[in-house]
């Protein structure tokens, strides 16, 4: 129940593409959902975030969309670029107030010029 | 306003050593989380500290421990390594709600 499913595994997208990647959850505790991008040898960055009360959040080419009643949340990068590529993660986080993350397995993007 | 820091970047062990690691939190930040990153098992949580005290573990075995000092800084120490221990170990800092930052991490080896 505290697992966060996250696919696919990896994704090789072309420039100015769509990039999709999805993520589902069971733990209906689950208050926050944030996605974060890591490069090789880098700690993972917070792209977006989004709380279960909206159902779409966008910044710049990134798009959260979340669907509470299917318990499942996804990333949109929208004209994707070479620059994209890294590996994504998205989470979730219990209430409670505590701040444990749970992630999922990662994305690995490849952006192709 | 300066990221989190972590120290040392990285650190070659033999079994059965012990080490530790730390981390600096972005400034004004309380909240401190850690986590190993293994390509097997991804990102898993360690634990984390708020003011001093451990608010939550992770299902890691008892050699994995930590602390928190009063300037919100934060070590882990991880005794009688294993070959398994062999890892990116991570921190994160938030101040309000839950957006963490995440350091760069410390790549620990284990010969």
């Keep these: 129940q505290q697992q966060v499913k996250q696919s696919p595994q990896s994704l090789i997208v072309q420039k100015g593409g769509i990039s999709i990647i999805n993520c589902a959850y069971e733990n209906t505790a689950f208050d926050y959902f944030p996605w974060y991008q890591q490069f090789p040898g880098k700690g993972p960055a917070l792209l977006i975030a989004i709380r279960p009360d909206v159902s ?27 620059g994209d590529s890294a590996t994504y993660f998205c989470a979730a986080n219990f209430q409670g107030g505590s701040e444990k993350l749970v992630f999922g397995k990662g994305t690995k993007l490849t952006v192709n010029p | 306003k300066a990221g989190v820091t972590q120290t040392p970047r990285y650190l070659i062990k033999t079994r059965g050593q012990q080490v530790t690691l730390s981390c600096s939190p972005i400034s004004g930040h309380r909240s401190v989380s850690w986590y190993q990153q293994t390509p097997g098992q991804g990102l898993q949580f360690l634990f984390e500290y708020f ?61």
């Design chain 1, 56 to 82: 779409e959040k966008k910044e710049g080419r990134f798009t959260i969309s979340f669907n509470k009643s299917a318990k499942q949340f996804s990333l949109h990068i929208m004209d994707s670029q070479p």
């Design chain 2, 51 to 111: 003011s001093e005290t451990q608010r939550n573990k992770g299902n890691f075995p008892g050699r994995f421990s930590g602390r928190q000092f009063s300037n919100s800084r934060s070590e882990m120490n991880v005794s009688t390594l294993e070959l398994g221990d062999s890892a990116l170990y991570l921190c994160a800092s938030s101040f309000i709600g839950r957006e963490q930052y995440f350091g760069p991490g410390t790549r620990l080896t284990v010969t």
